[in-house]
């Protein structure tokens, strides 16, 4: 019998030679690694059963049949399978590299150095980040999830750096109208508060939506094997967002947009 559940994709993509090479792999040739697509275990399933998901952004999705991996899955388990290679033929698409990065880290200004993408990582490296994660379908934490909880994500992080914005004005505003002797205690433990707080959750959900990334991308880490997002994401977060951004836009094809929730013109295509 056929079950049903909400996922993340991304179109059949392959690896292409463009002027955009890769970075440090310039000269190496592209990959034939099949885009893999998360898939969120509607129940608890044993081994090998086969069940048919649905994947897709809202308003477009598609049928798959998906083959439970070695060990079975619980319900809500999140697991990857390969996309389907005749998946969404013919339609427009985003060319995403499998394999490796499309470029390097600091490759910052392969795209120009006055594309939007570029701007809102280092400007605003949350909007960044947030951008990537509306394009990906991700949570607000950099995370895979059911439609309903990925639909707003960039709405969420501009309103989470909104309100940590105001909260940091309020509290120096308030510490500024006193002397230094009559501030209280509170204020300054405020603000660290906030700050640890609110670093903490830029770090972790630059941290996952990396993760998430290499993992449907299938791109090994190179460096810092087993923490490489992590340390990525602590020391070198803005290089990081524009980054993911490059590496999912094909801006040789697609305009960037410092304006939309995921950082592509309106005419670009969905992708992931």
């Given at each position: 019998r056929g079950i049903h559940t909400l996922t993340h994709f991304t179109p059949t993509t392959m690896a292409s030679e463009t002027d955009y090479k890769e970075g440090a792999f310039a000269d190496e040739q592209p990959t034939d690694i099949p885009v893999k697509v998360h898939i969120i275990a509607p129940s608890t399933l044993p081994e090998g059963y086969v069940f048919e998901a649905e994947v897709g952004p809202l308003g477009n999705k598609r049928t798959i049949s998906v083959e439970v991996p070695s060990g079975g899955v619980v319900e809500g388990q999140v697991f990857l399978v390969p996309l389907p290679e005749d998946f969404a033929i013919g339609e427009p698409k985003v060319n995403i590299p499998t394999g490796q990065w499309k470029?390097?880290?600091?490759?910052?200004?392969?795209?120009?150095?006055?594309?939007?993408?570029?701007?809102?990582?280092?400007?605003?490296?949350?909007?960044?980040?947030?951008?990537?994660?509306?394009?990906?379908?991700?949570?607000?934490?950099?995370?895979?999830?059911?439609?309903?909880?990925?639909?707003?994500?960039?709405?969420?992080?501009?309103?989470?750096?909104?309100?940590?914005?105001?909260?940091?004005?309020?509290?120096?505003?308030?510490?500024?109208?006193?002397?230094?002797?009559?501030?209280?205690?509170?204020?300054?433990?405020?603000k660290f508060l906030g700050g640890v707080t609110f670093t903490i959750w830029s770090i972790f959900a630059l941290m996952k939506t990396r993760e998430n990334m290499r993992a449907k991308y299938s791109i090994p880490e190179e460096k810092c094997i087993g923490c490489e997002d992590v340390c990525c994401s602590m020391w070198c977060s803005c290089c990081v967002v524009a980054q993911m951004a490059r590496h999912t836009g094909e801006y040789e094809t697609y305009k960037g947009s410092a304006c939309s929730e995921t950082g592509m013109a309106g005419n670009a295509p969905s992708i992931v």
């Open positions: 470029d390097g880290v600091f490759d910052l200004f392969k795209a120009g150095p006055f594309h939007p993408s570029l701007w809102c990582a280092c400007c605003c490296t949350q909007i960044g980040m947030g951008q990537v994660m509306q394009r990906m379908r991700l949570n607000w934490l950099g995370e895979v999830s059911h439609d309903a909880a990925t639909k707003n994500t960039f709405k969420v992080v501009l309103a989470l750096l909104l309100s940590y914005t105001v909260f940091s004005i309020a509290l120096e505003i308030a510490e500024g109208s006193m002397n230094y002797m009559d501030i209280p205690a509170w204020i300054p433990a405020m």
